[in-house]
């Protein structure tokens, strides 16, 4: 007969997976806030900063890991989940990220925006966009600078 494509089960599998991680994204809120605005001061240019990183759930991907290996692995696995989970305390918004400083720039970039350092009606978001085992880790800066 012709050539025929075969289609093996592992094959399906994974499409299936993918199809999976594919449609299973989320946005999630953390943090918004907002000043009051005052034009009394001057000419308001508005502006807008946004900075994202890739960030990593850890519990998740030691789920996904634990589904592709032995009985003895899980329980190492589950080992090294538990060591990792003891420097993820405090207060946190979003996954950990594979950069601990992505953020750390937005001071310099307002200021590049707005010289004169004069702000109104500063808005800020922290949001995520969730996929199975990693993110979207996002901060959008929005405002008025007074010239």
């Not at 998740?60 to 990792?84: H, I, M, P, Q």
Request: proline share 2%; hydrophobic share 40%.
């Amino acid at each position: 007969m012709g050539n025929r494509i075969r289609v093996s089960r592992v094959s399906t599998w994974a499409w299936g997976i993918a199809a999976l991680f594919a449609a299973s994204g989320c946005a999630e809120f953390h943090h918004y806030q907002l000043s009051d605005i005052d034009s009394s001061e001057g000419r308001l240019v508005p502006f807008e900063l946004q900075v994202d990183e890739t960030g990593l759930d850890v519990n998740e991907a030691f789920g996904v890991a634990k589904l592709a290996v032995d009985e003895n692995s899980k329980k190492r696995l589950t080992g090294v989940e538990s060591a990792v989970a003891f420097f993820q305390v405090g207060p946190s918004t979003g996954d950990a990220t594979f950069d601990d400083h992505w953020a750390d720039n937005l001071v310099a970039a307002l200021h590049e925006r707005c010289s004169s350092g004069r702000m109104t009606g500063v808005t800020t978001v922290r949001e995520s966009t969730d996929y199975p085992v990693v993110s979207g880790e996002i901060v959008t800066i929005k405002g008025y600078c007074v010239r």
